[in-house]
């Protein structure tokens, strides 16, 4: 008795077993290969890896080396201002009480008052500068964070790679999130090592180049704690940005488009709201990232007011804090990837 296959079986036999719907795991395998892979993204990684080179050579050059016997007379001379403010503060003081002297004469002075570089005649690196250069480093990743973001999903959109991967992974927001936090973790990790780099390279700069840590007097011992501070606010910085970008690529499926809207608008929009009304800064963009990477947060100042104690008008002082900061950074960034995936799970795609 022969077993010939139906029709069913006959077609399963051509077309082979049925392929299976791939893993998240597969997806992001692929992404990271697809992201790491591409031509933009490794011409960019050696352009950042040129320019770190080239920044940290011309602070080692610009910077002159300080001598012992130089610092130990701008020491001297600062000790010796010091004494004589103090000295005159005290005179000043003599048969007054404390609060009135506090308002006539002042407060006594402190190191931290009176920055050794004041009495050099040379130009060292300041150790207050490893922090500054931690945070342009953090600024720079955050930049290319939103380059990269909007070009990873741009470009997919331009040449409609996108199409033929819902032929494979038909469930939209899965496939998107591989992408996104392929994206993430690669810019996360960049961020990171390059802060790393930087926290290797500062301290032999600070000896070849710049002002010990110890002349900063009480400060020295939570200096590096500082600079560790300000190094994660630059890292986390990259997080918002990116979003920003690939949110703004894919809901206008068009890379050129998205980097034209955020100039224009980070360029234009946002000194339009600040000259029309300053009261309104706490809300945008670029005023809470510098409230988000300065030290204790940012503080502007929004329309003029009466000051009854003082008697004249002055700006109003508005305080802005790290955390702030950084929630609004999230909002911004997160409205935009939200919008963005709800266009991308209900619009046809073509």
């Known amino acids: 008795m022969s077993h010939e296959p139906g029709a069913g079986q006959l077609a399963e036999q051509i077309a082979g077993?049925?392929?299976?719907?791939?893993?998240?795991g597969r997806?992001?395998?692929?992404?990271?290969?697809?992201?790491?892979?591409?031509?933009?993204?490794?011409?960019?990684?050696?352009?950042?890896?040129v320019g770190f080179g080239v920044a940290v050579f011309a602070i080692f050059s610009r910077h002159d080396r300080l001598s012992p016997s130089e610092l130990a007379s701008a020491t001297t001379k600062r000790d010796q201002q010091i004494a004589e403010i103090q000295q005159s503060i005290q005179q000043c003081s003599q048969g007054l009480s404390a609060d009135r002297a506090a308002q006539q004469c002042g407060t006594a002075p402190t190191?931290?008052?009176?920055?050794?570089?004041?009495?050099?005649?040379?130009?060292?690196?300041?150790?207050?500068?490893?922090?500054?250069?931690?945070?342009?480093?953090?600024?720079?990743?955050?930049?290319?964070?939103?380059?990269?973001?909007?070009?990873?999903?741009?470009?997919?959109?331009?040449?409609?790679n996108l199409v033929l991967w819902l032929f494979w992974e038909p469930r939209r927001l899965r496939l998107l999130a591989a992408k996104l936090l392929a994206l993430l973790s690669v810019m996360l990790a960049s961020a990171l090592l390059a802060q790393l780099v930087w926290l290797a390279i500062a301290p032999t700069l600070l000896h070849y180049r710049g002002v010990p840590v110890s002349s900063l007097g009480p400060?020295?011992?939570?200096?590096?704690?500082?600079v560790l501070d300000g190094q994660a606010r630059g890292v986390l910085l990259v997080i918002p940005t990116t979003l920003l970008g690939f949110g703004m690529a894919s809901l206008i499926r068009n890379t050129a488009a998205a980097f034209g809207i955020g100039f224009v608008y980070f360029a234009v929009v946002e000194n339009l709201?600040?000259?029309?009304?300053?009261?309104?800064q706490p809300y945008l963009f670029t005023t809470n990232l510098g409230a988000w990477v300065s030290n204790n947060g940012l503080t502007v100042f929004g329309k003029e007011v009466f000051d009854r104690q003082r008697g004249y008008v002055?700006?109003?002082?508005?305080?802005?804090?790290?955390?702030?900061?950084?929630?609004?950074?999230?909002?911004?960034?997160?409205?935009?990837?939200i919008a963005a995936l709800i266009v991308f799970r209900r619009r046809d795609i073509s």
């Not at 077993?17 to 998240?24: D, I, L």
């Not at 400060?219 to 500082?226: E, L, V």
């Open 17 to 24: 077993e049925p392929t299976a719907a791939p893993t998240f």
């Open 273 to 280: 709201i600040r000259a029309v009304n300053r009261d309104w």
């Open 219 to 226: 400060q020295a011992k939570y200096f590096w704690r500082h």
């Open 111 to 160: 190191p931290q008052d009176f920055p050794i570089d004041q009495f050099l005649s040379v130009h060292p690196l300041q150790p207050g500068q490893v922090s500054d250069y931690a945070l342009a480093i953090g600024a720079a990743t955050a930049m290319l964070g939103f380059v990269i973001g909007a070009t990873f999903i741009g470009a997919e959109w331009s040449s409609k």
């Open 314 to 337: 002055t700006a109003r002082p508005i305080h802005l804090s790290n955390l702030h900061g950084a929630v609004a950074l999230m909002i911004y960034s997160g409205v935009v990837l």
């Open 27 to 49: 997806l992001l395998a692929t992404e990271y290969r697809r992201l790491l892979s591409r031509r933009f993204v490794q011409a960019v990684a050696v352009l950042a890896l």
